[in-house]
């Protein structure tokens, strides 16, 4: 691996949406080299090498022997396949998510990617959204959580369905918020594009009495990215493309369960509403920075490449959100021409102790 003073090298494999925007980012960052771009379709391979000013091929193998480390952004069918070919290569790997598609297909690559001693670390992005930052201090003890995401169709992930192309985002901040094993889950959808979901809506149970409800579309018109955690002093609203984040603390006799509305007379009510806010609910909007979240990903990764630190995003974590993909996968009712299939039973994968 090169010294803090050599340049780190890294290629990105697929020069797509995504890959464009790696490959941009990384010739920006201090001290990282773009050591090239692969990519199967000429045309776009050789646009961004051209942009990039790096070298191109068409196959990634040729691109690992000049890299000391990969982005891999290509579609999430070939995910599991190219991310062990470049671990057995020696090759450090960030891969955007989903880590693979199934715990079957993710599992092994997190097992050789830990006895190679190589970093593999998972694109879930929005760990690194400031707004979500600012809000973790005050996540304590989450024992709900509600996601909306949704947004047009892109034309984009057309191999997987909404569940592992948008929901799982958000099936990451919830088991890096609750860390208790998945007791149940519910999820129901419509496919009307293929045979994928093109939304679904799912509940999931966990041990510790935690309940996460999630909501996910990728045909709606309106886009929306939000979540609201409830812990047990406070309520947290995050927007993730607005970048803004508000806690509302709960005001001592609610949280004391002193208050009851239905044995105050109207006087009494009308009191209420005079010191509503901010005695029983402070709302307070906080700042958040106006970081780049991929630029911050790729920071964590080369850092966590050269001193051998674990990134924050590492591949159990990312097979704990293919884990939750899974179970709500499985838990589907799908509905298709007006004919559902029989939900099924949970398997959830885990890290271990």
Not at 26 to 52: F, Q, S, T
Not at 226 to 246: L, Y
Request: charged share 25%.
């Amino acid at each position: 691996m090169p010294d803090s003073h050599t340049p780190l090298r890294i290629g990105v494999i697929g020069a797509g949406r995504l890959g464009t925007f790696h490959a941009r980012k990384i010739k920006r960052l201090p001290n990282v080299a773009l050591a090239g771009i692969a990519d199967p379709v000429e045309a776009r391979r050789l646009a961004l090498a051209a942009e990039c000013d790096c070298p191109a091929w068409e196959d990634y193998r040729p691109l690992l022997a000049v890299c000391d480390a990969v982005v891999v952004a290509t579609p999430a069918s070939t995910h599991a396949g190219i991310v062990e070919e470049c671990l057995v290569k020696g090759r450090h790997v960030f891969v955007e998510k989903p880590l693979a598609l199934s715990v079957t297909e993710g599992e092994p690559l997190v097992h050789l990617a830990r006895q190679s001693g190589l970093v593999l670390q998972v694109g879930h992005i929005e760990r690194f959204n400031p707004a979500f930052q600012v809000a973790v201090p005050h996540m304590r003890d989450p024992w709900l959580v509600e996601s909306v995401r949704q947004g047009p169709f892109s034309f984009r992930s057309t191999d997987i369905g909404c569940v592992l192309d948008l929901m799982i985002h958000d099936l990451d901040l919830i088991r890096a918020m609750i860390a208790a094993p998945l007791s149940e889950v519910h999820a129901t959808g419509i496919a009307l594009l293929g045979p994928h979901e093109d939304t679904a809506q799912a509940e999931l149970r966990f041990a510790n009495g935690a309940t996460a409800l999630l909501k996910t579309s990728r045909i709606d018109r309106q886009p929306a990215r939000w979540m609201r955690v409830w812990t047990r002093d406070a309520i947290i609203d995050i927007d993730f493309a607005a970048r803004k984040t508000t806690v509302c603390h709960l005001g001592r006799k609610l949280l004391e369960g002193k208050l009851d509305i239905t044995r105050l007379s109207g006087t009494e009510l009308e009191e209420l509403r005079q010191a509503f806010e901010p005695q029983y609910f402070d709302h307070r909007e906080l700042t958040v920075s106006n970081q780049d979240p991929l630029e911050e990903e790729l920071c964590d990764f080369a850092e966590a490449v050269r001193t051998g630190r674990p990134p924050m995003v590492t591949g159990e974590s990312g097979l704990e959100a293919v884990a939750l993909a899974e179970a709500v996968i499985q838990s589907l009712e799908l509905h298709r021409m007006g004919e559902p299939l029989r939900p099924r039973a949970v398997r959830e994968w885990r890290r271990a102790a």
